[in-house]
């Protein structure tokens, strides 16, 4: 937590007293940004569309609002329930409310997650829970089994929505929306704000505040960097950069597709994972490659301005102009996909003589010097090749077979023994599911799906691209 200027007090607030007391008890003073911006409009009943970094205290930020509707009767039924992308964080978010809510008479918040049996949670559920913490998928097997209702339901709390997107949970989400009451209070939480969750809070929030925390594309979160290079040199200062700043992803830019090809070329001949986002690729082929870059299996995206449009990314680390644009807004857009939210990113830019004109429109646009380097600044590394994080398998089956992420984060936690946050993005369309898993446990990964069952039946499962 900040310990800079305390923020206001919670007594602003219309808590009751034993809450207050509560809150006093659990060292919480002040309270967050987040939590000032956000409590008063919950605490009126207003539908919610927040967003703040990790670590700033958003579980107290809907905890409060959803305790403070709340009947704790035995037959009063379950008046709010949280929406979660993990078990973990499910669990963490039972926790705060549980310890929020002592203040309360008897608050029973149930967690209803997959990979756990579903038997004790049939009976916990039948011992009346108020307040339900839970995964999208596992809390859909509930409610289409009838062991979950929803009438009482005051408050809805989509939590982490970014990261329950990046999830592959939109159409469990937007099942278990359908199946509440319409007339309830929604809160929407995110650590970043890409255009799906805007998308989905459009779609399942009535009239609600808005409440944005992080500033996005900071100026002073993209470090500029430019390096004066003469023309035969330009493909390769792209692998030198690459080794010098070794960002996870990065979004390279051309003028031309010629030059996207003759890159991804080059960098796959040193040993980097690169792939080329163009025109002529089948649409299947289109949606691997971006499927492994945005689950950060693939460390370069070289494209052009057209191919790159609507791309969608949230994480990335560098962008690489490895040519100049002769159009100063379109380098303001370029490089502006990089350093989000609370990340630093890197732009990098190659200019030869020829550029430094467009060089020069860049700064007048901007009403800044850029700063320059040499080439002979970048250290050749010499440590391992630049590999990605994570690996992307591809399994075969899919929305046709009915497979969901959940079943696929349940195989690799459950019987395969790993843990949830060695798993990352996992994709469901039509024919495959992609699911990325930590770069050191990939075959390990593989043979045990590919070894176990989904959905009760043996799948294929490969590995996509190089390394
Ligand atoms: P987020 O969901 O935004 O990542 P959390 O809700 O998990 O953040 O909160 C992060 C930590 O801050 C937790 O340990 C929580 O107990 C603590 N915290 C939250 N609000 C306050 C507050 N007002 N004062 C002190 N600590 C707080
Ligand atoms: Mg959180």
């Not at 929406?83 to 008479?105: D, F, G, K, N, Y």
């Not at 579903?118 to 829970?129: D, T």
């Amino acid at each position: 937590m900040s310990t800079q200027s305390p923020g206001p007090s919670f007594s602003e607030l219309p808590l009751s007293p034993a809450t207050l007391e509560n809150l006093e008890r659990l060292g919480y003073r002040s309270m967050t940004p987040i939590q000032a911006a956000s409590l008063p409009l919950g605490l009126a009943g207003r539908d919610l569309i927040a967003q703040a970094k990790t670590g700033s205290g958003k579980t107290a930020a809907f905890a409060l609002v959803l305790l403070s509707r709340l009947t704790a009767s035995r037959a009063a039924g379950v008046q709010a329930l949280v929406l979660s992308p993990t078990r973990e964080l499910a669990e963490q978010v039972a926790q705060e409310i549980r310890r929020l809510a002592r203040a309360e008479e008897n608050v029973k918040v149930l967690v209803l997650c997959g990979g756990t049996p579903i038997r004790p949670q049939l009976a916990s559920l039948e011992h009346g829970a108020h307040v339900v913490v839970g995964t999208p998928g596992r809390v859909l097997d509930h409610l289409s089994r009838g062991t979950l209702r929803l009438d009482a339901l005051c408050t809805l709390v989509l939590d982490e929505a970014d990261r329950m997107l990046d999830m592959g949970f939109f159409e469990d989400m937007q099942r278990v929306i359908e199946a509440c009451p319409a007339a309830r209070q929604t809160l929407l939480f995110s650590a970043t704000f890409p255009e799906p969750v805007a998308r989905l809070a459009r779609q399942f929030t009535r009239d609600a505040e808005e409440v944005r925390l992080a500033e996005q594309h900071a100026p002073t979160k993209i470090r500029q960097v430019f390096y004066r290079i003469e023309e035969r040199e330009r493909l390769g200062a792209v692998a030198a950069l690459l080794d010098h700043y070794r960002p996870a992803s990065t979004l390279a830019f051309c003028n031309t597709r010629r030059r996207c090809r003759e890159l991804v070329e080059l960098l796959t001949a040193r040993g980097f994972l690169a792939q080329a986002l163009h025109g002529e690729l089948e649409q299947v082929e289109r949606d691997q490659v971006l499927v492994q870059f945005s689950n950060r299996s693939l460390s370069v995206l070289v494209a052009t301005d057209v191919a790159a449009r609507g791309l969608d990314i949230a994480e990335l680390e560098a962008v690489i102009n490895v040519e100049v644009t002769p159009d100063p807004d379109v380098h303001v857009h370029r490089i502006g996909r990089t350093g989000r939210v609370d990340q630093e990113g890197w732009a990098l830019s190659l200019s030869s003589l020829e550029e430094l004109a467009y060089v020069a429109r860049i700064e007048e646009a901007s009403g800044t010097k850029v700063p320059w380097q040499p080439l002979s600044a970048l250290k050749r590394s010499g440590r391992e090749p630049l590999l990605p994080p994570m690996v992307t398998l591809q399994i075969q089956g899919g929305r046709r077979e009915k497979l969901r992420p959940g079943d696929v984060l349940g195989a690799l936690t459950g019987s395969a023994g790993f843990r949830a946050e060695q798993v990352g993005k996992i994709q469901v369309t039509e024919m495959s599911t992609y699911v990325a898993v930590e770069r050191g446990i990939a075959d390990e990964a593989r043979t045990r799906l590919a070894s176990g069952k989904l959905k009760g039946r043996t799948v294929k499962v490969r590995r996509l691209g190089g390394a």
